[in-house]
């Protein structure tokens, strides 16, 4: 054993990029363009027990759920992990967010704060890409990690709190779907809504029911089960420590920005807003300007284009055996198929930790928690 702390290495390395390292382990859904669609199908693995065997060695902790629960501020061209969601713990930078929303009761005014301020929480779960005839080559056999959106997570959370699967004609996914001999398969659909990628059509693929997440119903692949346990990834490791006093200097010198100074931006893109409030404009002023200026006629809505057929059928073999890759089973597997605490946001984009877009939703909970409050 090498007497160099490797892990205290990598956040040093992760630190030094701002954030901005992309780990080989993790699945980025691509981005698409109008009118594109991709699919993907994945089984979400059971959480990592303390001591576990894990690709990265031994897990350094239990995982409660089978997610971890990660959100970061984007300021300064630099990401900085949030300690409120992260480990609920205060945030100097979400106070001061939560602050500025409390000085102003216009909507707009309120949105564009929380998505500077507040960061977006996601769920890092590992998955596992079975062979199937959507999956592309790239990922196919492979345990990964995914950072899902509260998109994706709803679906996760419905499936946990539903009773039972209800009408028998359109069975719906309930209880525990990660159970590695009888998980449900996942499918995720990527589409774009506005600029920014949409998940709202992924589901589970129900109509077969549970299944092991190597070999066949009547038949789990044990070992090759195991194989695919023990390739799972220590999500805590993926993010860096948070650093309060950091954030607190942070939240300090934004407290004092000054919004007209362009020396100063707090990092901030340019089509980003100020965090302060503009002026108010004289009344005359303004009304001089709403009568010279005539309101622009809104623009015709296109319309949407007819949805594709979709295919739900399934086909997929375990890939690999106890020494690698493997020659498929003599008989082929084919079937057929077809949760809540303050809610969190930023506007970065994927290059900046971001992902998909946020969802208005989200912000919306969000306010209607901080008013209530």
């Known amino acids: ?12 390395l992760k630190e030094k990029q701002g954030g901005k390292y992309k780990d080989p382990a993790e699945f980025r859904p691509p981005q698409v363009k109008d009118g594109e669609t991709a699919r993907y199908r994945f089984f979400i693995l059971p959480p990592l027990e303390e001591g576990d065997t894990c690709v990265d060695g031994k897990a350094s902790r239990s995982m409660e759920l089978f997610f971890v629960q990660n959100g970061s501020h984007f300021l300064n061209n630099r990401m900085y992990q949030c300690p409120r969601v992260h480990d609920e713990e205060e945030c100097p930078v979400c106070q001061l967010g939560f602050d500025l929303i409390g000085e102003t009761q216009d909507k707009k005014r309120r949105s564009e704060i929380a998505r500077q301020f507040l960061p977006r929480t996601q769920y890092a779960v590992n998955i596992y890409f079975p062979k199937d005839d959507v999956n592309p080559s790239d990922v ?25 699967a209800g009408d028998p004609a359109d069975p719906q996914p309930y209880g525990i779907f990660y159970d590695e001999e009888a998980a449900y398969l996942f499918q995720l659909e990527v589409n774009k809504k506005g600029e920014w990628n949409n998940y709202s059509n992924s589901k ?12 066949k119903s009547d038949n789990p692949n044990k070992e090759r089960i195991q194989q695919i346990l023990d390739a799972r990834h220590d999500l805590f490791t993926k993010f860096a420590p948070r650093d309060r006093d950091k954030l607190e200097e942070l939240a300090n010198d934004l407290r004092s920005h000054d919004p007209h100074d362009d020396e100063d931006d707090a990092g901030f893109d340019e089509d980003e807003d100020d965090f302060a409030p503009e002026p108010a404009k004289p009344k005359a002023q303004s009304e001089a300007k709403s009568k010279s200026k005539p309101k622009p006629k809104p623009k015709a809505e296109p319309e949407p284009e007819p949805k594709s057929a979709e295919t739900e059928e399934v086909l997929f073999e375990d890939d690999e055996g106890p020494e690698g890759p493997a ?5 082929e597997s084919n079937y057929k198929g077809k949760g809540k605490d303050k809610k ?22 969000l306010l209607d928690e ?4």
């Open 140 to 164: 196919a056999g492979k345990v990964l990690w995914l950072n899902a959106s509260k998109q994706i997570y709803d679906k996760l959370e419905e499936c946990i709190m539903r009773e039972d």
């Open 204 to 215: 589970f693929l129900t109509s077969v029911g549970k299944r092991p997440i190597a070999g």
């Open 344 to 365: 969190q946001f930023t506007a970065s984009k994927d290059d900046k930790g971001g992902g998909s877009d946020i969802e208005d939703d989200e912000l919306q909970g």
């Open 370 to 373: 901080i008013e209530s409050d």
């Open 327 to 331: 020659k498929p089973e003599s008989e």
């Open 1 to 12: 054993m090498s007497k160099h702390d490797l892990n205290k290495v990598r956040n040093k």
